[in-house]
């Protein structure tokens, strides 16, 4: 299966930016789905975003709809996630996951085979 590992996380004050990489190894990145997801001390793991197979279209969690992005870059195995206006309550280890099957239309984790091992996000107020 494809090995993923992400990068770009740190420390940043609420309304800033970071941008989360994902990068991939295997072949044939495009065939997989990357979806994003975070998870705070004490909570459960929520979705965050996801980029479709092929052009790499995506789809958002209500809470990050219009603040967050992510695309892909095939030709580099890698997909980004960029977040802006970030808020406190963004905090939390984010991980990116693959899987060549198909994802139902709300997003859930255990359609996904593969994860990274995470990148500690920090918003301070």
């Known amino acids: 299966q494809v090995q993923l590992v992400e990068s770009g996380g740190g420390l940043v004050q609420a309304g800033g930016s970071l941008r989360l990489s994902c990068a991939a190894s295997g072949r044939t990145f495009s065939s997989y789905a990357i979806g994003w997801f975070r998870q705070a001390p004490g909570k459960e793991r929520e979705f965050v975003a996801v980029?479709?197979?092929?052009?790499?279209?995506?789809n958002y969690a209500d809470s990050v709809k219009g603040r967050f992005t992510t695309s892909r870059d095939n030709a580099k195995n890698t997909v980004t996630l960029q977040m802006n206006s970030l808020k406190p309550e963004d905090t939390a280890v984010y991980y990116c996951a693959a899987t060549r099957g198909p994802v139902p239309t709300t997003v859930t984790a255990n359609v996904f085979g593969s994860w990274g091992q995470g990148t500690q996000v920090t918003v301070s107020s």
């Open positions: 980029v479709w197979r092929g052009g790499g279209g995506a």
